[in-house]
C-alpha cells in the first residue's frame, strides 16, 4: 500500500489547515497521523477506525482537530483549526495492517507510511 500526505503549509496561530491522506494499493482499516517536531519524538495525533465509528485524539489536539475518512476515496482526512505555534511539524499518514481493526496509539503497529507533510505555524 501507498499512503500520500498533503495538505500542509505554512499558516498563522489561529488559522485552520485540512491534511489528507490518500491511500493506494490494499483497502486499509485503521489509519492514523503521527507528527515529528524538530527535535523531538514523533508522537500520535489522532486515529480513526475502518467505517469512521471511532476516532481517538491525543490530548493535545482534543477539541481543535477532527479527524474523518472518505471511503469512496480510499482517503483520510485531519481538519485541523486554532492551529498554535506547537502544531509545528511533520505530519505523517500511517495505516494498520489490513486485517486488524483495533486503534493504536504506538507508532510500532502501524506498518504503512506516507511520506510526510510539513506544518508550520507562526506566531
Known amino acids: 500500500v501507498q499512503l500520500q500526505a498533503s495538505g500542509g503549509g505554512l499558516v498563522q496561530a489561529g488559522d485552520s489547515l485540512r491534511l489528507s491522506c490518500a491511500a493506494s494499493?490494499?483497502?486499509?482499516?485503521?489509519v492514523g497521523w503521527f507528527r515529528r517536531a524538530p527535535g523531538k519524538e514523533r508522537e500520535f495525533v489522532s486515529a480513526i477506525n475502518w467505517n469512521g465509528g471511532s476516532a481517538v485524539y491525543a490530548d493535545s489536539v482534543k477539541g481543535r482537530f477532527t479527524i474523518s475518512r472518505d471511503n469512496a476515496k480510499n482517503t483520510v482526512y485531519l481538519q485541523m483549526n486554532s492551529l498554535k505555534p506547537e502544531d509545528t511539524a511533520i505530519y505523517y499518514c500511517?495505516?494498520?495492517?489490513?486485517?486488524?481493526?483495533?486503534?493504536?496509539?504506538?507508532?510500532?503497529?502501524?506498518?504503512?507510511w506516507g511520506q510526510g507533510t510539513q506544518v508550520t505555524v507562526s506566531s
Open positions: 500511517a495505516a494498520r495492517p489490513s486485517r486488524v481493526t483495533v486503534i493504536a496509539r504506538s507508532p510500532y503497529q502501524y506498518d504503512s
Open positions: 494499493g490494499r483497502t486499509f482499516n485503521v
